[in-house]
């Protein structure tokens, strides 16, 4: 049976609160650090016309019921027609994203300078975590919970005697590294707030390819049933009508 502990007030006090706010000035720091190493780029005029153009195809998509379906025929041809359109890539005209990268050293280069403002402090602060705050158990989850979740909240703690809802300094640490997002937004802005998933998910990824979007936004167009809805607008308004009326 799973066994309920008295947390000291000077874990909350010299732990908890302490590892909470050196994650989020590590944070921001690591923010401001990466803004200072980035490199301005002239964007490349053919991707960002390519970009512009899976732009306007998804909303041609999203507001397709609302044109005439001969107007919409007409935009679907100038947009997928297979000699012509601008979402159809030759097969020869491909471009790996990959060979990309390595073609140019200024990419991978902001790459790295990316990477190692990730790596760097993720690594000396969970030194620094493990140092000094292993073995702690930090804080409750004030809700119960399944035996699914106590490898992810009691890392770091091998009793099976302690309840689930328990959460090891440890990993209170990686909540907060993989959950300051919100926080972030409101410091840094929305547009400036990335987790560190974001950026492991464009560590897996070598860049960009636009190809493999063109061809997916070209293949969504194609299988899209158009119906306009001007024909039921009035039969909609009378039906709302009669739902105030009634």
Known sequence: MAEDLVLDTAIRDWVLIPLSVVMVLIGVLRYFV????RSYQVPDAKIVKEGQVIVRARNLRSGANFIPPKAFRARRVYFSNEENGLLFVPKGQAQNAQAQMFSDPNMAMDMMKKNLSMIIPQTLTFAWVNFFFSGFVAA???FPLTQR???MLQNGIDLSTVDVSYVSSRSWYFLNLFGLRGLFSLILGEENAMDDTQRMMQMSGFGFDPTKSLSAEKDSLDIIQHEWALPKFEQRAEAV??????
Do not use: G, H, N
């Open 34 to 37: 990466s803004k200072l190493m």
């Open 140 to 142: 409750k989850i004030p």
């Open 149 to 151: 979740f106590r490898s």
């Open 241 to 246: 009508l009669r739902k105030l009326v009634s």
